[in-house]
């Protein structure tokens, strides 16, 4: 009885003791910005002489509990002064202090990056030449699509498809199969079956937060097609203990064309909602394009530019502590795109292509403990692209189902994949991540021959030795087993970053690639007016050697003024590049064939000025693609060469809350060897110059109001040298690039408590 009493006497003081603690405590809220008032991402918060401490929200915001007294906060980030506030906390209070203003040191700190990363950390800390564009300069651009984002990056390249309206992209001068797309960290499955062949135009730009691109390779992280690199795209997340409701509205001339079924009529609309940690988001954007008309008659369209409308929706709900991150999201695409043909004999036979996406995704991260952290992502994708023939009668315009052979088809890809890693501190000298990577594809359809089914399992494994404080070493390995080819026994990488000088960073990076043909370049027989190709069941996977290198230099570092300049080259080495070529049992037909060796190589040289309102980038490249026909005809070069410059520069009119814009980028002719009928001769797409001006202006403190002018130089098609063959895979003829200058005007409201 005595032992029973004493239980009962032990707890109850523990109840007490329990809650008069919980009586002395408080909370400190607020929210961390730059001196023009930008939030601060992942500041560091903190009460000096206790160990009480957190780092802020994506939003800038914390939320800090601490007992019952005077203290001292200090806020710091990367790249920023230490501020200090002397604050005094009440029992039980919640305390919402005002912005904590960072003065701005060297680095931007805005550029938070995590692809590839062990953690959340600046660009400049990174051990990958990095580039990122934020949601700021996002808006700036007034863009529609991903494109209109992309597109003024150095070594970004786009082509358009005459039949099927995409857009096709290359980086390194490597087309997109090497290049991995990622949404928040998983791979995008499109109308190839796999993420290196998805068309980017089919994601919500109003639902991108930044943009992240790695350079270089990336293949024992990523997987082999991460080859050229990485271009992760960052979705918004909710924003702080807040109900957020957003809504755009965007409308643009299509070259000279507007008004009530032409130009182009976009409508977006976006909710997000946190509360103690939970939540919740949905969104929703319908963009219309009614195709450019031109100077055609009847029925006929200009180039590629047929109508367009997508429908694109999402939403997800999560969970944030102090320690883990839990979220699940669904995606969805709706996309009609329609071909129109010209009547002959009375009748016309248009082409409708039908695009469905449904995408889960789910997302975890634990942090265990100060020195172990977990990340795990899984997804599964489920694409489907319809074609549809239909034959129109031009008297009574009766629409009939085309019963000619290949006129319907319905093709289908899913995609399932998971990533884990976990991430171990070592020690401060050395830190170990182990990782699982599974991608499972397979596809169905008539257009589809045989089994379409590819697995991918892979392990890697890398650390980070930080051997002096300048000095950071990242090697890795991969092991791989593919369910359709061999893979190299050790698929292995190194990046290293030096830091020279306080002011000085040098990057080098080796990787080694492995990449099995998707199921599209095996399997897909695709057969109309302008494409016939067939796949090839008999292709070998690609090899790859890549090194990348850079120097980043802060040349100028104060208080209101920075200046940084990055100077880069690269080299990739291809064995069995797969690429399009003319079938040698059909000459009418395109196939996918392997090269036996292909070779890109280049520099790059990236400048940015930041002085008060005034940001601007000016940046050069130089790249040279590998001449397949050198090794069988003396006096050719080895490589051909093309250049770029871009220039990105906004002004921001504080007082007026106000900003201007102006974005140019010069892509240079592309030169290639053809080899013809009589003799090899030296053809190219020649260059052109692509500039946009735009301009923002609050409307107090619920509207933006944005207007501008696209393509300012009015281009519409480049010209080619080469001899057209006939197509959709010739490089001869004219090349679409734009459908003429353009004038938009764009109404954006936003609303937070």
């Known amino acids: 009885m005595k032992r029973i009493s004493t239980l009962l006497l032990f707890c109850l003081l523990l109840g007490v003791s329990t809650t008069f603690a919980q009586q002395q405590l408080g909370t400190l809220k607020g929210k961390v910005v730059t001196a023009d008032g930008k939030a601060v991402a992942y500041a560091i918060v903190a009460l000096e002489n206790t160990s009480s401490g957190t780092t802020t929200r994506d939003d800038g915001t914390f939320a800090l509990a601490a007992h019952t007294g005077s203290y001292t906060l200090t806020a710091h980030a990367i790249g920023a002064t230490v501020e200090k506030r002397m604050v005094q906390l009440e029992s039980q209070q919640t305390l919402e202090l005002p912005p904590i203003r960072l003065k701005q040191k060297a680095v931007e700190l805005q550029q938070v990056v995590v692809t590839g990363q062990y953690e959340p950390q ?17 808006k700036m651009r007034g863009a529609t699509d991903v494109q209109g984002v992309l597109n003024n990056e150095l070594g970004i390249r786009f082509d358009q498809d005459l039949a099927l309206g995409s857009s096709n992209l290359s980086l390194q001068g490597i087309s997109g199969q090497n290049v991995k797309v990622l949404l928040d960290g998983a791979p995008l499955v499109g109308r190839g079956g796999t993420s290196n062949e998805i068309n980017i135009n089919q994601l919500d730009v109003n639902n991108i937060e930044r943009i992240e691109i790695v350079e270089g390779p990336m293949s024992v992280v990523y997987g082999a097609d991460a080859l050229a690199g990485v271009i992760n795209i960052i979705s918004k997340k909710p924003q702080g203990e807040q109900l957020t409701l957003q809504a755009r509205l965007h409308e643009e001339t299509i070259s000279k064309e507007y008004g009530a079924g032409r130009g182009i009529h976009n409508q977006s609309a976006r909710v997000t909602w946190q509360r103690s940690g939970w939540q919740v988001a949905g969104g929703f954007s319908h963009n219309q394009f009614s195709g450019l008309k031109e100077n055609q008659e009847g029925r006929g369209l200009e180039w590629a530019w047929h109508p367009k409308e997508q429908w694109l ?31 002959v004999n009375g009748k016309a036979t248009d082409k409708n292509f039908l695009s469905k996406r449904i995408m889960h995704q789910a997302q975890a991260d634990w942090q265990i403990s100060d020195k172990i952290n977990m990340t795990s992502v899984a997804s599964y994708t489920d694409f489907g692209r319809r074609t549809q023939g239909v034959e129109v009668e031009e008297e009574t315009g009766r629409e009939t189902l085309s019963l000619a052979a290949g006129a319907q088809d319905h093709t289908r890809f899913e995609g399932a994949s998971f990533r884990g890693t976990v991430h171990y501190k070592l020690s401060p000298v050395v830190a170990l991540q182990p990782g699982l990577d599974l991608n499972l594809e397979k596809g169905s359809g008539e257009r589809l021959a045989g089994s379409a089914g590819i697995n991918d399992y892979a392990v890697f494994f890398s650390a980070e030795l930080k051997p002096k404080p300048r000095i950071n070493i990242r090697p890795g390995l991969r092991l791989v087993h593919n369910s359709a080819y061999e893979a190299p026994p050790v698929i292995p990488s190194l990046h290293a970053k030096v830091s020279l000088t306080e002011k000085l960073d040098l990057r080098l990076a080796y990787g080694r690639g492995f990449r099995a043909p998707s199921l599209r370049e095996l399997y897909f027989n695709f057969h109309d007016a302008s494409h ?29 003024m920075q200046v940084l300049s990055t100077l880069g080259g690269f080299y990739n080495h291809l064995e069995h590049l797969i690429t399009t070529g003319q079938d040698e049992r059909n000459p009418t037909h395109y196939t996918y064939i392997n090269i036996e060796k292909y070779k890109t190589t280049g520099v790059s040289l990236q400048n940015t000025l930041r002085l008060h309102d005034l940001e601007a980038t000016v940046g050069a490249s130089y790249i040279g693609r590998y001449n397949q026909l050198y090794e069988q005809q003396q006096g050719l070069e080895l490589f051909t060469w093309y250049p770029e410059v871009n220039l990105n520069a906004t002004y921001t009119f504080t007082k007026a809350g106000a900003s201007l814009g102006f974005f140019y980028k010069y892509t240079g002719a592309l030169p290639t060897y053809v080899l013809g009928s009589d003799a090899v001769y030296l053809a190219q797409i020649n260059g052109y110059s692509w500039a946009d001006i735009t301009a923002t202006k609050s409307l107090g403190k619920l509207l933006t109001l944005q207007t501008g002018v696209k393509n300012l130089l009015n281009v519409k098609q480049v010209s080619s040298s080469e001899i057209a063959s006939g197509g959709a895979h010739s490089t001869g003829g004219n090349h679409p690039m734009g459908y003429g200058r353009s004038f938009f005007l764009g109404l954006s409201f936003r609303f937070a408590k």
Not at 538 to 559: C, D, I, K, R, Y
């Open 122 to 138: 600046s660009v400049r800390k990174s051990v990958y030449q990095m580039r990122t564009i934020s949601s700021e300069q996002i």
């Open 313 to 343: 929706g999402d939403v997800a709900a999560g969970y944030r502590s102090a320690k883990v991150h839990a979220w699940y999201r669904l995606n969805l695409l709706d996309e009609t795109i329609n071909s129109l043909g010209t009547f």
């Open 532 to 560: 016939n190709i067939v796949g090839n069941t008999n292709l070998q996977a690609e090899l790859s050697h890549s090194f990348n290198g850079s120097l980043a230099w802060q040349v100028w570092e104060a208080e209101q």
